[in-house]
């Protein structure tokens, strides 16, 4: 059983570029079923309302239920105050099983983590190379499971993706998908220091091809069994943890990001003149 982790579905409104645009599934399809994939984890492209775009892919989902797993994308500002509710909808009604956030929406919120927490859904957060909250998410919120794709960057930036590797050595509840990682050494030295059992196979189709990223992962060499986890195993363990709470949880938004530029003291002026 091969299991891709991370792949996008249904129109963008936006016209950047295909991340906001269009994610068809097409010729992601024909590719993944050539290289053996047997199911795919989908969400969203870039939206401005992740309500709508959450229901096109439910349909998707809806139509191949044998071939789809769907992920609730939110946006951490936008949908403030209405987390839950978004994800009580994907949930319940679509089936959902987990919660996609970007960094180039915002910052992640205490909000999505304490849903994520109620219905102990897995998160994926794309960090954006912001890899210090990765330690607040880990210690702030031990029982969800943060899929943190990348190693921390699409971007490709070196020195974020080391930092991350640490990070993914020391706490239990942070793990990688290989999607789009390009310096294979620092792919090998996650495998090799975190385990196998903190990677998950990803593509981030249908933009990438799922045969060419499953082949990093056969090129790593693992063991039959660590080859399982990170091909299915470990996903779907996250998956099937998924509970609906009895009672509609009681989430308080959160504040508007204190310091969207990062650290405050960064900036902070020192006095000049001593009296
Ligand atoms: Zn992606």
Redesign the pocket.
Known sequence: MIVDG?C?AGKGDGLTGPWDTDAPLEAYLRRAREAGIDRTVLFAAFHSDYGEANRQVARIVGSRPDLFYGFAFVHPDRDRGRVAAIVQTAVVRYGFRGIKVHRHDGRITREICEVARAYALPVIY?VMGEISVVELLATEYPSVPFII?HLGSFADDWRAQLAFIDHLVRHPNIYTDT?GIRRFDLLESAARRAGARKLLFGS?GPWLHPGVELAKVRALHLGVAEEREVLAGTILRLMRAVRIPSVEPVITPSAPDASPEGDPWVNEEWPTRVR
């Open positions: 991370h996008h794309d794709p999607s981030d």
